[in-house]
């Protein structure tokens, strides 16, 4: 069975620092995906990374991969109001081919503080 | 594009009840899926349809939950007879296969509330 653990699951932090959220998957995974919810909302995809070492990068937020270590990170960059959110991670269990639905992490629920 | 369209945004009804969801997948998307979000077990994938046939339901919970995709751009989900602990968000969500790495693009959610 797919898990997918993130941490922290609750993060306070002030504007303009930097923090890293984690995201480890305990099987072998052919995509990673993260998505951003804002309270009340749907998910909004921020990334998808495909192959080990994969960065991405988006604004302030950066995504990485290690697939042997079989972790994710997000890393969060100078800090604004505007990236309080609930982060998710989500994993797909490989396939032989075609798309397959995604485990989620339980997200991380981030503060950025003034 | 419109995005993917579900409705009701949001339902309440006693227990006992039949509930519907509906989603219109964004058009052109061979794949569907539901999912469900709840705060005690987070979001859990319920169905999903490949070219409007089922692929995988090991996430339904009950034989009260039902599926179908009778075409490419419509999807219910169903519940009879709805219970209190199918309180939650129920969302849908579609992919297109060779598209922006398979990415699932998410419609609003539909709050059911199950009193």
């Known amino acids: 069975e797919l898990k997918v653990e993130q941490n922290p699951l609750f993060l306070s932090m002030q504007e303009g620092k930097n923090y890293t959220i984690y995201c480890n998957y305990s099987?072998?995974?052919?995509?990673l995906y993260w998505y951003r919810q804002d309270p009340g909302k749907s998910l909004e995809s921020l990334f998808v990374?495909?192959?080990?070492?994969a960065v991405k990068q988006e604004g302030r937020l950066m995504a990485s991969l290690d697939t042997k270590a079989r972790l994710s990170t997000l890393h969060i960059t100078a800090a604004v109001h505007d990236l309080s959110a609930t982060y998710f991670c989500?994993?797909?269990?490989?396939?032989?081919?075609?798309?397959?639905?995604?485990?989620f992490g339980k997200g991380t629920h981030l503060i950025i503080q003034p | 594009d419109a995005g993917v369209i579900q409705s009701p945004r949001h339902e309440v009804t006693e227990m006992g009840q039949e509930v519907t969801l509906r989603c219109k997948p964004i058009?052109?998307?061979?794949?569907l899926f539901w999912y469900r979000q709840t705060m005690m077990r987070g979001l859990e994938l319920l169905i999903y349809?490949?070219?409007?046939?089922?692929?995988?339901d090991s996430g339904m919970p009950e034989d009260r939950f039902s599926a179908k995709m009778p075409n490419a751009s419509f999807s219910t989900l169903k519940i009879q007879p709805s219970e209190p602990r199918d309180s939650a968000v129920y969302f849908c969500?579609?992919?297109?296969?060779?598209?922006?790495?398979?990415?699932?693009?998410f419609g609003p959610g539909t709050r059911l509330l199950v009193l």
């Open positions: 989500a994993v797909v269990s490989p396939t032989g081919g075609g798309a397959d639905g995604l485990t």
């Open positions: 990374l495909l192959s080990n070492g």
């Open positions: 349809f490949n070219n409007n046939v089922p692929i995988d």
């Open positions: 099987t072998t995974s052919d995509r």
């Open positions: 058009s052109g998307h061979d794949y």
């Open positions: 969500a579609s992919s297109l296969w060779g598209h922006h790495q398979e990415t699932q693009y």
